[in-house]
T-cell receptor, first 114, second 114 residues
Framework: GDSVTQMEGPVTLSEEACLTINCTYTATGYPSLFWYVQYPGEGLQLLLKATKADDKGSNKGFEATYRKETTSFHLEKGSVQVSDSAVYFCALRLNTGANSKLTFGKGITLSVRP | DSGVTQTPKHLITATGQRVTLRCSPRSGDLSVYWYQQSLDQGLQFLIQYYNGEERAKGNILERFSAQQFPDLHSELNLSSLELGDSALYFC?????????????FGNGTRLTVT
């Protein structure tokens, strides 16, 4: 079945450090890929998306590139801030008519120290 | 603000009881999705509705049921509650079922079964 695998966490970084969160996927079709972020006590917010191979999604300094050849969608940020502390979820969505749900990875907790 | 409204925010009830969780999707969104988030299972897809019709089922227990009403709001009914049903329940909506259209999530209902 379709699945998303995220690197194991949690991740703790100092402010201004570089961030990479790995995400790979398995899909029977051609998915769209998403990163969602969940701040403490809140729901999931869309961070960025990419809908076809080589597309780069970006938002709030975060970027991720849809790599079809490696089935990956790694999240990167050049300089993290304390306010980036949250749980990050990679997800895929297929357009197969009856099955259009988002399939999520397990999520990874990021803590950024001042 | 995602535009998706979930009520109540918190629910505390006893084993064996029945509860109803309510979701109002974003204006114009026809699809509603329900997810369960627990520490050990991550984000699990429960069920999807599109314009009042059930479209897909995930890991939804037989004790759980849902429906989408003509005004597009949705309710998730959980009955014969067990301790293990304690979790955060999210509703999400999207305009349609195309893969490139993101889901927008509410802030969730935290259910505690004692």
């Amino acid at each position: 079945g379709d699945s998303v695998t995220q690197m194991e966490g949690p991740v703790t970084l100092s402010e201004e450090a570089c961030l990479t969160i790995n995400c790979t996927y398995t899909a029977t079709g051609y998915p769209s890929l998403f990163w969602y972020v969940q701040y403490p006590g809140e729901g999931l917010q869309l961070l960025l998306k990419a809908t076809k191979a080589d597309d780069k999604g970006s938002n709030k300094g975060f970027e991720a590139t849809y790599r079809k050849e490696t089935t990956s969608f790694h999240l990167e940020k050049g300089s993290v801030q304390v306010s980036d502390s949250a749980v990050y979820f990679c997800a895929l969505r297929l357009n197969t008519g009856a099955n259009s749900k988002l399939t999520f990875g397990k999520g990874i907790t990021l803590s950024v120290r001042p | 603000d995602s535009g998706v409204t979930q009520t109540p925010k918190h629910l505390i009830t006893a084993t064996g009881q029945r509860v109803t969780l309510r979701c109002s999707p974003r204006s114009g969104d026809l699809s509603v999705y329900w997810y369960q988030q627990s520490l050990d299972q991550g984000l699990q897809f429960l069920i999807q509705y599109y314009n009042g019709e059930e479209r897909a089922k995930g890991n939804i227990l037989e004790r759980f049921s849902a429906q989408q009403f003509p005004d597009l709001h949705s309710e998730l009914n959980l009955s014969s509650l067990e301790l293990g049903d304690s979790a955060l329940y999210f509703c999400a909506s999207s305009v349609g079922q195309a893969a490139n259209s993101p889901l927008h999530f509410g802030n969730g209902t935290r259910l505690t079964v004692t």
